[in-house]
């Protein structure tokens, strides 16, 4: 199911749209994702849903490659998806392309 | 022998004159009657420092190495401001613009440099200056009250340390360079291109390859024009690029001179008894423009003047250099860029952001870049003037911290004879030798008794170091609550900090203070962007990205994700056109719950963030801010309008209050409320700020808390106007925001500082209750507007904040 042929690439936004530290939130039918630009340039995806009680993380504070959860402070590691201790948990991640400026979220 | 004493004549009372007459005393108090002529208005002092008073480091008067008390207990004859006009070699006398014509047996020539202004048209105008002396200086901190805009042209040494200055004073600053990388004179392309960024994340502003073509204004310099065309605005306009050696006198009294006064390796010039040391000396071709080779050039000549059979000669020095930019490590030294027989040891991490070189020739270190870690600077130095065989040695050796243990200070890895001070030449050895011998117990006391760390400053925290292992761990540092997990630092001392260095940006703060994690994290950005804000209500923009998600998104997140929208209702009174309003928009967004607030008011519940603008605009009403760190709401009592107990107009206060503090960030959510009697409808005894009416007169309560710490305000005072409330109420918030940390509930605050300070701070003095009542006026002229109504109108916002983008699946 997982596999890479099973995916789609889906375009989500222009690249210039992404702001460092901004993040931004998308609906691929029901599920929330939200997008991150690191500072390095890179754009990460990951579910939008805290391990923790569900908080909607395109909502937190982003540092360097953290978002802390707005509800309850979780620190989870955009690029792996990790919570940090002492907390335990992780979310989904996606990978990302950028190709001619757009965005895309295999899917 | 003679009794008489020989005559001394010193020109120039800088730093380089002043010491050499001091290592004459030490040798030889008697032998001299000395006499010096400055030109400046002062007492010899740290030119150095003039950076660090600029960054608002130290006062001017912090910075004098010599005080007039020192020139009378040593008999030192000197006259300031009154600069030698006139040498007459054959008759052996100098003279002074006031006329004073003395005759001297030696003669030292010490005016240093003048600062080079670039010959362009416009240089003349007001607001054009260098920056070389105290009224430079003052000149720069002047100019930062009035005018806004500075300009600094030259990118090596002196223009950064001038633009950090210009900066910390808040001035908005740009740096013109010729050059395609800073400090191209000290450093490579690499490591001048990682100090462009650094300083850069800092908030300075490059212009690079740029020429300045011509400065524009009436009077008063208005604009710099480029030779491609373009233009920046400015008021001020410091030129830093480069040092004349000022050698006017020299030549018209007939001293061979090139670029400077050339001298011998006794520091002799073309005529029989003149000497000249310092920038205004030119040995063996090179005039030099630092510290350590004026130093080194006055112990020879100390020698000279002393001993007959002085065999100390003046060889030449080596030319290393330190930006003294808070936050930032650079270190050069000797010939640093690559060529011809040298290779490179290099480290470039760009994780850490260090960056190093070693250049080495012929199996010795000719030359070193050291970026974002400097700690190997004493020993590559050392090896430089040892001029040591490496052939044998490891990468270890060359670099020590590489390998080191990181938190181990580098000081104790040292050889005994190694240079700490490199300005004043100070090994480890002469440092431990004073501790032990002289008992000395700090790093002042070790100043005063070695030199160490007296110029540039920049050994301190080795100096500290040494002073710490030698001593051993007797002294015991109290140990602090830091403010959080990214530095060892406690919100006081942030806040000291912030405002005592004049820092001005979130990343400059957590650079200069050294921050573990350079981006911050959840707990420190909220504070430093509140503290930031407060420090400078004028200028300072606020970071929204380092605020938490309600007091980004300007609703409350609730435990679904959902939001809650609370309108103002100021002093808790609505009338029916409102309420149709919410009723309405309640109906149109399908609104889940509508509650009533303790607070007096009406809160939608269960709003999806991306409503949460339409809202607000069919809405019409300003926020209520009921999710920020803010002034939330005043709660009021019926009063004597209506209720026939009542005794003032609760309502209209209240409202009055609401009206001038709404919207105001504090350190953490303010509840206020005003009661018309004591029977305190509106629970004024447990808010942060609570208002009793009583015959004739308000009853002020403080520090009130109705939340899980239950606490009954406290009395501050009992007034008989409105304006008086409103008055206390200004200077009570003001010195709350100021001073408490950030987090940190009037209650808490309260019980920590006592209500006894804070009455006699703004109850009692009346100086201090005014001055606080107009800084809270300064900070309520630059309050935010509307945040409902600016969100609403601000379309990328819409989008980054409350755009939930559903995208197709093809
Ligand atoms: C802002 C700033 C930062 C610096 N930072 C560093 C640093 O970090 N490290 C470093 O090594 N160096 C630094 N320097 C350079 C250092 O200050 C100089 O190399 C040093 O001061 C030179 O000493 P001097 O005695 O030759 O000249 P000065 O200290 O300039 O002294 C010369 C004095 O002679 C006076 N004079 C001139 N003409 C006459 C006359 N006709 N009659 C009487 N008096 C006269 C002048 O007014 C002046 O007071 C810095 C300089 C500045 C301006
Ligand atoms: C995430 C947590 C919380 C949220 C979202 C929240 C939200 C609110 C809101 C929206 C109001 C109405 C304010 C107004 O009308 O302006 C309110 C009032 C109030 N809240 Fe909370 N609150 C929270 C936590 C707390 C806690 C922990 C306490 C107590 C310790 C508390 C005590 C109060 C009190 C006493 C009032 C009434 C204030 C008054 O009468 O002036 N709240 N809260
Ligand atoms: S506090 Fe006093 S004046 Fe105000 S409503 Fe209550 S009883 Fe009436
Ligand atoms: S839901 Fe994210 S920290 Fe609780």
Redesign the interface.
């Known amino acids: 199911m997982d596999t890479l042929q099973g995916k ?1 690439e ?4 222009d690249y210039k ?1 992404l ?1 460092a ?2 993040p ?6 029901d599920q ?1 994702i939200a997008i991150f630009l690191t500072h390095d340039g890179d754009v990460h995806a990951i579910e939008n849903k805290c391990p923790h ?4 993380l395109s ?6 490659e ?1 978002v ?1 959860c ?2 309850h ?1 979780w ?1 989870i590691n955009v690029i792996d998806g990790k919570a940090q201790a002492p907390d335990e948990g992780c979310v989904t991640t996606y990978e990302t392309v950028i190709k001619d400026g757009s965005v895309y ?1 295999m ?1 | 022998m003679s009794n008489r004493q020989e005559k001394l004549v010193v020109i120039g009372n800088g730093m380089a004159g002043v010491r050499t007459v001091e290592e004459i005393l030490k040798k030889d108090p008697n032998k001299y009657d000395v006499t010096i002529f400055g030109k400046e208005p002062h007492p010899n002092y740290n030119r150095i420092s003039l950076s660090s008073v600029l960054q608002g480091d130290t006062g001017i008067d912090d910075i004098v190495l010599n005080t007039y008390e020192w020139y009378e207990e040593n008999n030192i004859t000197l006259y300031t401001a009154d600069p030698v006009v006139d040498i007459d070699t054959t008759k052996q006398t100098v003279t002074s613009e006031k006329n004073v014509t003395i005759s001297y047996d030696k003669l030292i020539i010490a005016t240093g440099s003048n600062p080079f202004m670039l010959p362009l048209p416009g240089a003349d105008k007001e607001g054009v200056i260098a920056f070389r002396d105290i009224e430079d200086c003052e000149t720069m901190i002047n100019a930062s009250e009035k005018y806004k805009r500075a300009v600094v042209i030259g990118g090596g040494l002196l223009g950064l340390e001038a633009a950090r200055g210009l900066i910390n004073l808040n001035m908005e600053t740009d740096v013109i360079h010729l050059e395609e990388y800073l400090m191209e004179r000290q450093l490579d392309d690499t490591a001048g291109t990682m100090l462009r960024e650094e300083l850069e994340s800092q908030g300075m502003r490059f212009h690079m390859k740029k020429q300045t073509e011509q400065i524009v204004g009436k009077d008063r310099v208005e604009g710099v024009h480029f030779k491609d065309g373009s233009k920046l605005y400015a008021d001020l306009v410091v030129m830093a690029v480069g040092i004349k050696p000022n050698i006017g006198l020299a030549q018209t009294a007939g001293l061979e001179t090139n670029r400077a006064i050339v001298v011998n390796d006794y520091l002799e010039a073309s005529a029989s008894n003149v000497y000249a040391v310092g920038e205004c000396a030119e040995h063996n071709g090179i005039a030099y423009g630092l510290v350590a080779p004026l130093y080194e050039q006055a112990k020879v000549l100390a020698d000279q003047l002393c001993n007959e059979k002085s065999e100390a000669s003046y060889t030449g020095s080596l030319m290393y250099t330190q930006l003294k930019v808070s936050g930032v490590d650079v270190f050069s030294a000797g010939d640093f860029q690559s060529g011809e027989g040298k290779k490179a040891v290099r480290v470039h991490d760009e994780f850490e952001g260090v960056y190093k070189k070693v250049m080495v020739k012929d199996d010795k270190v000719v030359g070193s870049v050291l970026f974002g870690d400097t700690s190997d600077s004493p020993r590559l130095l050392d090896m430089m003037k040892k001029q040591e065989d490496i052939s044998g040695m490891s990468k270890a050796v060359l670099l020590p911290s590489e390998e080191a243990d990181s938190t181990e200070s580098p000081v104790l890895s040292m050889a005994p004879d190694e240079t700490i001070c490199g300005c004043n030449g100070v090994s480890k050895e002469a440092i431990v030798q004073a501790i032990e011998q002289d008992g000395l117990s700090s790093v002042e006391e070790i100043k005063k008794h070695t030199n160490a760390s007296r110029s540039c400053g920049g050994c301190k925290p080795l100096v500290a170091d040494l002073l710490q292992a030698t001593l051993g761990d007797e002294s015991s540092i109290s140990q602090v609550e830091p403010l959080c997990g990214c530095t060892s630092l406690s919100h006081e001392q942030v806040q000291e900090d912030i405002r005592n260095r004049q820092l001005t940006h979130p990343r400059e703060v957590m650079n200069v203070l050294g921050w573990e994690n350079e981006e911050g994290c959840s707990k420190c950005r909220p504070a430093i962007n509140y503290y930031l804000g407060v420090v400078h209500p004028e200028t300072y923009e606020d970071d929204d990205l380092s605020r938490f998600v309600n007091e980004r998104m300007h609703a409350n997140i609730q435990n679904d994700g959902t939001y809650s929208v609370v309108p103002r209702m100021y002093g808790g009174v609505t009338n029916s056109d409102q309420l149709r309003k919410i009723a309405n928009v309640a109906d149109k967004y399908d609104v889940p719950m509508l509650k009533l607030t303790g607070g007096q008011r009406i809160d939608m519940l269960g709003v999806n963030k991306e409503d949460l603008p339409n809202m607000w605009s069919d809405l019409d009403m300003p926020s209520g801010h009921a999710y920020g760190k803010a002034i939330r709401t005043v709660k009021t009592c019926v009063g004597e309008d209506f209720c026939r107990f009542g005794t003032q107009d609760s309502i209209g206060l209240g409202i009055a209050i609401e009206k001038k503090f709404e919207r105001l960030n504090t350190p953490h959510k303010v509840k206020m409320a005003v009661s018309a009697c004591p029977r305190n409808c509106a629970e004024s005894g447990i808010k942060d700020i609570g208002i009793v009416g009583v015959e004739g007169a308000w009853e002020m309560y403080v520090g009130g808390n109705g939340g899980v710490d239950l606490r009954p305000g406290d009395l501050l005072a009992k007034v008989e106007t409105s304006d008086e409330v409103l008055e206390i109420i200004s200077a009570f918030l003001q010195y709350y925001r100021e001073d408490a940390h950030y987090l940190e509930r009037t209650s808490h605050w309260v019980d920590r500082v006592g209500l006894e300070h804070v009455r006699s701070t703004i109850i009692d003095n009346m100086d201090n209750r005014k001055y606080y009542a107009e800084q809270m006026e300064v900070a309520l002229e630059n309050k935010p507007a509307d945040p409902w109504e600016s969100l609403t109108h601000n379309e990328n916002k819409r989008k980054e904040l409350f755009e939930r983008k559903a995208v197709e699946l093809v």
């Open positions: 789609k889906i375009y989500i936004l749209d702001r530290n901004v931004r939130e998308i609906l691929i039918g929330s009680k569900g908080g909607p909502q937190g504070i982003v540092s360097g953290y802390f707005p509800l402070d620190k979220i899917y």
